[in-house]
């Protein structure tokens, strides 16, 4: 069983919400992202996303843009990022998933990228920019490798649609709140709650939502409906604020501690 597949059966069995974070790999660079992906499993992620930058993010928002371009500017490449996962999979057993657009895939090979990142211990992966209907090589490689692709389904969806990508996707299905870009936001859409208990009743396969949870609150409010909450902006906020920072691993970690108690039930407040 995929270790995203067991994550998710345990958490059903314990009564929690998988906790699910983001941060740009090689922001600000490669060797804090591994002493930050530590920093996160330690402090109550279950799930770490690890976005691979790229010059034209379009599902991505300022915040995370300029995070992409950091990575960029630091020389960073997919195979570096495949190569950084092997080094934390020996120390970390949470899953990892890269979250890619498709160009980067194309140019690595989709069949070298598949076997590569299901050898090191690449978990799952998330391209914002591959609709279901080109992407059925890169679908049966990962499949064949027990790797999940995670597909997102989006409030414009239609009924056809979400039913298609529910079927196909594979460790969790990815609800995006918003009908626009990724960022923080103060106030979340007042439809979630009916979105996601209509999308529940479609599939078996876990929901995740993201898009704009920046919050312990939020996190704790989302968490009632799906069964886990993907927080991105925010963390990489951090990590932009105070990336020159020798405790930026430490700070990461305390902000991914107050998400984990707000989802878990509780609620802090703590400056990071």
Same mark, same amino acid.
Do not use: W
């Given at each position: 069983m995929n270790r995203i597949n067991e994550v998710f059966a345990r958490l059903k069995e314990?009564?929690?919400?998988?906790?699910?974070?983001?941060?740009?790999?090689?922001?600000?660079? &490669?060797?804090?992202?591994? =002493? $930050? /992906?530590?920093?996160?499993?330690?402090?109550? !992620?279950?799930?770490?996303? @690890?976005?691979v930058p790229f010059s034209d993010p379009l599902a991505d928002g300022p915040t995370i843009?300029?995070?992409?371009?950091?990575?960029?500017?630091?020389?960073?490449? &997919?195979?570096?990022?495949? =190569? $950084? /996962?092997?080094?934390?999979?020996?120390?970390? !057993?949470?899953?990892?998933? @890269?979250?890619?657009?498709?160009?980067?895939?194309?140019?690595?090979?989709?069949?070298?990228?598949?076997?590569?990142?299901?050898?090191?211990?690449v978990n799952g992966v998330i391209i914002p920019d591959l609709p279901p209907e080109e992407g059925e090589q890169l679908r049966q490689e990962?499949?064949?490798?027990?790797?999940?692709?995670?597909?997102?389904?989006?409030?414009?969806?239609?009924?056809?649609?979400?039913?298609?990508?529910?079927r196909l996707s594979r460790g969790f299905v990815y609800y995006v709140?918003?009908?626009?870009?990724?960022?923080?936001?103060?106030?979340?859409?007042?439809?979630?709650?009916?979105?996601?208990?209509?999308l529940k009743n479609l599939t078996k396969t876990p929901i995740a939502a993201g898009f704009g949870i920046s919050t312990p609150e939020q996190a704790a409010e989302v968490g009632q409906y799906a069964d886990g909450v993907i927080v991105g902006s925010a963390l990489v906020k951090i990590v932009a604020e105070h990336g020159a920072e020798?405790?930026?691993?430490?700070?990461?970690?305390s902000f991914v501690h107050q998400l984990r108690f707000g989802l878990d039930g509780g609620l802090i407040e703590k400056e990071v």
């Open positions: 314990e009564g929690r919400k998988a906790l699910i974070t983001f941060i740009t790999a090689g922001d600000p660079s &490669l060797e804090k992202t591994s =002493a $930050m /992906v530590m920093a996160m499993a330690e402090n109550g !992620a279950d799930i770490i996303e @690890l976005g843009q300029a995070a992409s371009m950091r990575a960029i500017h630091q020389g960073t490449t &997919l195979k570096e990022i495949i =190569a $950084m /996962v092997k080094d934390i999979r020996s120390r970390c !057993a949470t899953p990892l998933v @890269l979250m890619s657009y498709y160009n980067p895939i194309m140019a690595y090979g989709v069949s070298d990228f598949v076997a590569d990142a299901a050898a090191v211990g990962a499949e064949a490798k027990e790797v999940a692709l995670i597909q997102l389904v989006a409030p414009t969806s239609t009924p056809e649609r979400i039913a298609r990508l529910c709140m918003v009908t626009g870009i990724t960022g923080t936001r103060r106030k979340l859409p007042p439809a979630i709650p009916e979105s996601l208990k209509q020798l405790d930026l691993p430490e700070r990461l970690g």
